[in-house]
């Protein structure tokens, strides 16, 4: 008889992913991408409809989502999204700058020909985003090319910190995307000119600076949001 403990025969076939995570993933990326909006009540029966599922799985879904941060579990009126509070986002959003700071300085010192090249066509594919105003398609480039540049950094622990914080900043960067537009595109190209022509210390900055505007730019927005929103809650009231 041949060992089966060794070599292919070895391989463990793979298990279907279970329908808690399947849901958490869709529940989320409908967060992630606008479709659920911040302080929306998540009704079970909706959410299992509209993904074919059970209730049990989305219910689980949830608890996992309230877990994470990403939904608030209110007794006795449901889930809703999460609501962040500026102070949460600017500390995201800073911390975020300090990593990719530090991931432009040694992507400078590290890139290749095929990794310029590959930044390069990111940079394109978000300028075109921005042409179409394709808010989703704005999103994802620049998600992408932060982090093809935290890549070439060639620190495995910062790949790994930045890619904590992605799906957040994805989150946050989505309500501002279409105001930063095609300012933010031309910083990307010059950070990454910068980087391919090893300037670690200028990368550095134009990364510190970019990343800033971007939190400035949450902040602003944010705040403006919610100035909105009290005076429309006033006037109802007046009413």
């Known amino acids: 008889m041949p060992d089966l403990s060794t070599g292919a ?13 399947s849901a958490y993933n869709a529940v989320l990326d409908m967060i992630i991408g606008g479709e659920l909006r911040p302080g929306q009540h998540l009704v079970e029966n909706e959410l299992a409809v509209s993904l074919g599922v059970s209730r049990q799985p989305v219910r689980e879904a949830l608890q ?13 009126l449901g889930a809703f999204v999460h609501s962040p509070t500026l102070t949460e ?19 400078a010192a590290h890139a290749t020909g095929d990794g310029i090249g590959e930044l390069t066509a990111l940079c394109e594919r978000g300028n075109a985003a921005v042409a179409a105003d ?6 994802a480039a620049n998600a992408e090319v932060h982090a093809a540049i935290t890549r070439l950094s060639g620190n495995d622990v910062l790949v ?10 994805r989150w946050y960067y989505g309500s501002v995307a279409r105001q930063r537009g095609a300012q933010s595109w031309a910083e990307h190209a010059e950070l990454i000119r910068a980087i391919a022509a090893g300037e670690a210390d200028r990368a ?19 705040t403006a949001g919610a100035n909105a929103d009290g005076e429309r809650a006033a006037t109802t009231h007046a009413i």
């Not at 025969?9 to 995570?21: F, G, M, S, T, Y």
């Not at 986002?89 to 992507?107: C, I, K, N, P």
């Open 9 to 21: 025969a070895a391989r463990r076939i793979a298990r279907p992913v279970p329908l808690r995570e």
């Open 64 to 76: 996992w989502l309230k877990n994470d941060g990403w939904v608030d579990l209110r007794p006795g």
């Open 89 to 107: 986002a600017d500390q995201l959003l800073a911390v975020r700058g300090l990593l990719e700071t530090e991931s432009a300085r040694l992507a």
């Open 134 to 139: 394709d808010v989703p398609a704005m999103v």
């Open 160 to 169: 790994e910190l930045a890619s904590q914080v992605d799906r957040r900043v």
């Open 204 to 222: 550095a900055e134009l990364m510190r600076v970019h990343t800033e505007l971007t939190r400035q730019c949450y902040l602003e927005h944010s």
